[in-house]
């Protein structure tokens, strides 16, 4: 870090969301404190996605939203995390909100004349109630996720987003042929498909960005066409796909429905 002494945080996501990078949190906390920088991570794309041990790398915050891999329901709630050393330091710069008071004196005189008695660590941070659907639909799928581990999840993962990258890597024009013609007609496709995600399992989740050499927004259309929702980034030709270990199956593969949206381009 060769602005590191000049810098007073660091603040990175857990992964990449366009790449599906995933990053060395660990690492990069420890040359973080080496500096007396402070370290955050938006954990959007890493959260439900895979292991995280934040407190044994001395993560100091993060944050993240719960819709993506932990399944909330669209707009669900978010969740914050403040490392445990942290608990009691009430001088950290925070928005207040007399939900941060605690619990047992909320309603006491005190908190209505603004001096607040704050809880100590994350809720310390809160700034009013909780909206009561959005904790619902984000138990609801905590309860799903209680019924195995991440580790578990993870070894799936690895399995099956490896068999994923092995049957793109074995995709070629030539085996790309367009079964929407008649056999005497049948032509090859011209499409071609790059991963830009890491083949390193140690330096990805789930997710395979994929670089096409068609229109992106061409093959989510046909995607869509198949029952098949895919997001396609526009601006940069990439599309992400994602088999998630918490409900897919090895027969349930992306790929399935990528060949004949490819050999239409």
Request: hydrophobic letters at 35%; aromatic letters at 8%; one cysteine or more.
């Amino acid at each position: 870090m060769e602005e590191g002494d000049s810098i007073a945080l660091v603040y990175i996501p857990g992964i990449q969301y366009l790449t599906g990078q995933a990053f060395d949190l660990k690492a990069i906390t420890e040359a973080a404190h080496s500096k007396g920088c402070y370290m955050g991570t938006d954990l959007a794309h890493a959260i439900g996605n895979i292991e995280l041990h934040l407190t044994d790398w001395g993560v100091d915050f993060a944050c993240w939203c719960n819709y993506k891999y932990v399944c909330s329901s669209p707009a669900g709630i978010a969740g914050f995390y403040l490392h445990e050393k942290h608990a009691y330091n009430f001088d950290l710069p925070r928005m207040m909100g007399w939900w941060a008071h605690k619990r047992n004196k909320r309603f006491d005189r005190p908190t209505l004349n603004n001096r607040l008695d704050m809880q100590p660590g994350a809720v310390g941070f809160t700034m009013t109630t909780t909206p009561c659907l959005d904790i619902v639909t984000l138990i609801a799928s905590l309860n799903v996720f209680k019924l195995t581990d991440m580790k578990t999840l993870r070894e799936k993962s690895r399995l099956l987003t490896g068999y994923y990258e092995l049957l793109l890597k074995n995709l070629s024009s030539d085996n790309l042929e367009s079964d929407q013609e008649p056999k005497a007609k049948k032509k090859k496709s011209t499409a071609t498909v790059k991963i830009i995600t890491p083949s390193d399992p140690d330096q990805r989740g789930c997710c395979l960005a994929l670089k096409m050499s068609c229109s992106g927004e061409e093959v989510c259309k046909r995607m869509l066409q198949r029952g098949i929702t895919m997001q396609c980034h526009s601006d940069t030709g990439v599309t992400r796909t994602t088999p998630s270990p918490l409900y897919n199956t090895f027969s349930e593969h992306p790929l399935h429905f990528t060949i004949p949206s490819l050999i239409m381009c």
